[in-house]
Structure formats: C-alpha cells, structure tokens
C-alpha cells in the first residue's frame, strides 16, 4: 500500500532544506523558517495547534510557532523530517495518510511555486489519483463556500465534479488533479489550470480564489 503522505513529508523536508530558511513561500507572510515552524507544531504541539483553524485560540498557537520559528532551522526540519512522535494524534494508524497527504503537497508547492522560475514537478499517477479522490471534499470545503460561481472542475480524462451556488453563473476549470487541488486552496495564480466562463463571473472569482496568470 502506497504511503503518499510520507513520501511528500520527504519531499517538502527536501525542498525546505534546499530552499534554506529564508526563502519565501505561497503562504501569505511566511518564509520557509515560518512554514518549517508551522509543520513541527501542528504535530509536536497539539496544546497549542488548535489555533491553525480555531480563531480564538490563534494569539496562542502563533506565539507557540514563533518560539519554534527561533529555533535551528535544520533541527525544524530534521524534527518534521521525523514524523509525528507517538503522542500525536498523527502518530495514529492511517492518521498520517489521511490528514497528511493534501496538507505537504500544498506546502511542498508552496516552496517550490514561490520562485520565480519555477516549473511544476511531475507527479506519480498513484498520487495524482489520491489527490483526487480528496478533491471533491475539499472542493466544497475550501473552494464551494467561497466561490460566488458555479465551479466545474474537469480531470483532463473527463472526469468531473461541481460545487459551488446552484444558481451562480458558471466556471469551468481544467487540470491535473495536483492543480485543481491548489487552485482550491488559493494558490490557482501559480497553476497551469485552463479557466473559461462568464466573463464577468470569471473576474468576481478572481478576487476570492486566484486564477492563473500568464507566465
């Protein structure tokens, strides 16, 4: 059975280690210091992670990955390079695959998009059919709630799904599934998704998730 998270926490360690501890990323405001900080929290420190998605505990959870954040930027990588102590709730069986597969490819690509003269990886037909299989939850999680269009998203074998309101005009997005699931976590403006629809839905999407620019 394939372990596709770990096989992107290695990746990510690999691109963090490359890219050293100031470059920037597609996180809003981070480094790769930050982004490192960030990842041994979330499963070293579940005391104090539950700020990444519970706003009232944030103050918290962002002085906890600033105390992180002075540390050794090779020990922040050697500890995510490990993987999540027996404590974590990570540690549990399948936990890991789970939560964790979506989670380090968006990272990864956010060391590796955020440079100038990237070029996208190739990524193992095993994965890119995992990524999809995560794809229609996450779509209308992170993407269907927030898009003021219908948003149709088509596998480049045909496949689709559709989220977003009902009665909204519509967009249709194409791509692998690695940039189909970028786009929905707002990193669409560093993708190679094609996008056609109503022109003026096209831009009201635009300001809530990025489209592709030219490159």
Do not use: K
Request: proline share 10%; glycine share 6%; charged share 25%.
């Amino acid at each position: 059975m394939s372990n596709h998270a770990l096989a992107e926490r290695h990746r990510l360690a690999q691109l963090l280690t490359a890219a050293g501890p100031d470059a920037p990323t597609l996180c809003a405001g981070w480094t790769t210091r930050d982004l490192a900080a960030h990842l041994v929290i979330r499963e070293r420190r579940p005391d104090a992670a539950a700020g990444i998605r519970i706003a009232a505990l944030a103050a918290r959870t962002q002085r906890v990955q600033d105390d992180y954040a002075g540390r050794p930027y090779e020990e922040l990588v050697r500890l995510f390079r490990a993987g999540p102590p027996l404590y974590s709730p990570f540690a549990l069986p399948g936990a890991d695959e789970a939560a964790n597969t979506v989670e380090y490819f968006v990272h990864a690509e956010d060391v590796l998009r955020a440079a100038d003269d990237w070029t996208p990886q190739p990524v193992p037909p095993g994965r890119a059919e995992a990524l999809w299989r995560r794809l229609p939850m996450i779509a209308r999680f992170e993407a269907g709630r927030r898009s003021p269009a219908r948003l149709t998203l088509t596998h480049p074998d045909g496949r689709s799904l559709t989220v977003g309101p009902a009665d909204a005009p519509a967009v249709h997005l194409t791509g692998e599934p690695a940039e189909l699931i970028l786009f929905t976590y707002g990193r669409g403006a560093r993708t190679t998704l094609t996008a056609d629809g109503d022109p003026d839905a096209l831009e009201a999407l635009r300001h809530v998730l990025p489209l592709p620019s030219e490159r």
